[in-house]
């Protein structure tokens, strides 16, 4: 097939479910039918196609952005109100690798308001629904790219993670995503709002595809002269992996028990692992996980090595404007008259109120710093570990203002630096997504993105919507 061809049908794909799901937020159509003329130019030129492999080797692969990310002339609002009629002027770092690789952007996809919420929806664009069943929320914040790849609207999207952002979209959407290991290996650059200070440090962009195989060769690319960091070119021996799980985070008050069928399914993976592998996966209860939300909500909020202060998220909200007054905004929310959601109203009042312990603070970082030494010595140079991705699977829409702590079971990881990667494990009995995180050592991404092609095999990956 032409490299038309297969943009076309993947515009048409769009056009016919976006309606439902409301996951592309602006498309550039038809820029994208012209890179792939040209694309097919190149390709009926070349003589031979080793060297264009070599020099392109996502040519004429549709892919889609996080709205947060630059993509020359496509907006950049981070769902904010304020800047609903900002352009960007230029790409990315990692949408300029992608696109000098071949790859054809055909739009920017949802995400949550300045990206600090696990439901997409702001008052910009509206809301996305869950594409295995529209009454469910495709997590966040970039719930769109999980949406858009779940529905077959795109081959491989770009998504950012300082809290799950990229793997709570991947579980809900029953789709593959990867959190490399934190350090900057991928370059944040280019996407609104960027972390500053101690969060430089949290902040990750990452992969989200449909296909395992995928993650590799786009975390490569995205990656440039940081893929040096990994150890992608290491072959992997499964059977030589030790294996570690973790069914639940030990009851955190904060945070829902984990769902039957998630467990149930996370069981399966041992047994399949220990049965085919013939590898004992060793059963760990870690403590501290019990306070995963606490530790991140103090570390994000910690100063940085320079004694700079995190960015306030009220001053996010106001955009270099007036500054937003969580208290006023709630109520003037409560008459209908403000331009921000719940959630982020939420977030700035929390925000204050964390600014009253500094002493807990403290004790709950020097406690994060503590989990971190436990776990690279627990997974060392080999191990990995299995841990829920989610405790719920997709929830309906605005209940997770109910339980709004639950994105703990992957904002630790942020906090922590591991590269972890989020696999799917087939639909529950309602046909919703489950999955699991693979979690390995820093700059061991190689072993979770091999396991997770593993299981891809055994339990089958992605699954079309409405399929079964």
């Given at each position: 097939v032409t490299c038309v061809e297969v943009v076309e049908a993947y515009v048409e794909r769009i056009r016919e479910v976006?309606?439902?799901?409301?996951?592309?937020?602006?498309?550039?159509?038809?820029?994208?039918?012209?890179?792939?003329?040209?694309?097919?130019?190149?390709?009926?030129?070349?003589?031979?196609?080793?060297?264009?492999?070599e020099k392109f080797p996502l040519l004429g692969v549709p892919i889609t952005v996080k709205e947060a990310f630059s993509v020359h002339g496509m907006p950049n609002t981070s769902g904010l109100v304020n800047r609903r009629n900002v352009i960007a002027t230029s790409d990315a770092t990692v949408v300029s690798r992608l696109k000098q690789a071949g790859a054809i952007p055909l739009g920017v996809t949802n995400c949550s308001e300045l990206c600090m919420w696990?439901?997409?929806?702001?008052?910009?664009?509206?809301?996305?629904?869950?594409?295995?069943?529209?009454?469910?929320?495709?997590?966040?914040?970039?719930?769109?790219?999980?949406?858009v790849l779940a529905a077959a609207c795109s081959v491989i999207g770009v998504g950012s993670d300082i809290g799950g952002s990229i793997?709570?979209?991947?579980?809900?959407?029953?789709?593959?995503?990867?959190?490399?290991?934190?350090?900057r290996v991928v370059p944040n650059d280019g996407q609104f709002p960027n972390a500053r200070g101690v969060r430089t440090s949290f902040l990750c962009t990452g992969p989200m595809c449909r296909y395992a195989e995928d993650l590799e060769p786009m975390l490569r690319v995205m990656a440039g002269p940081g893929v040096n960091k990994l150890k992608l070119n290491e072959k992997v021996s499964l059977e030589k992996i030790k294996f570690h799980c973790m069914d639940h985070d030990g009851g955190s008050i904060f945070v829902s028990p984990v769902?039957?069928?998630?467990?149930?399914?996370?069981?399966?993976v041992v047994e399949h692992l220990e049965g085919t592998l013939g590898v004992q996966v060793q059963r760990v209860a870690i403590h501290k996980m019990k306070y995963s939300f606490q530790i991140w909500s103090a570390m994000m909020s910690s100063k940085d090595s320079d004694g700079q202060e995190a960015q306030l998220f009220t001053d996010l909200l106001g955009?270099?404007?007036?500054?937003?007054?969580?208290?006023?905004?709630?109520?003037?929310?409560?008459?209908?008259?403000?331009?921000?959601t719940l959630p982020a109203i939420a977030l700035g009042l929390t925000e204050k109120l964390m600014k009253l312990n500094p002493g807990?603070?403290?004790?709950?970082?020097?406690?994060?710093?503590?989990?971190?030494?436990?776990m690279e010595a627990l997974l060392g140079p080999d191990g990995v570990l299995l841990y829920p991705s989610h405790p719920t699977i997709a929830p309906r829409h605005h209940s997770p203002i109910c339980m709004p702590f639950n994105f703990a079971y992957t904002a630790i990881f942020n906090v922590l630096g591991l590269p972890v990667t989020q696999c799917p494990l087939g639909l529950s009995?309602?046909?919703?997504?489950?999955?699991?995180?693979?979690?390995?050592?820093?700059?061991n991404d190689h072993l979770t993105l091999a396991v997770a092609r593993y299981l891809e095999q055994a339990f089958g990956g992605w699954i079309l919507p409405g399929k079964v």
């Open positions: 976006n309606p439902l799901i409301n996951a592309v937020v602006k498309d550039r159509f038809e820029e994208a039918l012209q890179e792939a003329r040209q694309v097919d130019k190149l390709l009926s030129e070349s003589p031979g196609n080793d060297y264009l492999e696990y439901e997409s929806s702001n008052r910009v664009y509206g809301r996305t629904n869950n594409p295995y069943d529209l009454q469910r929320i495709v997590g966040g914040s970039s719930g769109g790219e999980g949406g793997r709570m979209p991947a579980f809900f959407n029953g789709v593959f995503g990867h959190k490399p290991t934190t350090g769902d039957k069928e998630i467990l149930q399914a996370q069981k399966k955009d270099h404007g007036k500054p937003v007054w969580p208290l006023w905004e709630l109520m003037k929310w409560l008459m209908g008259m403000s331009s921000h807990g603070n403290a004790k709950l970082v020097s406690m994060g710093k503590s989990l971190q030494e436990e009995s309602e046909g919703l997504p489950l999955g699991i995180q693979l979690v390995a050592a820093s700059y």
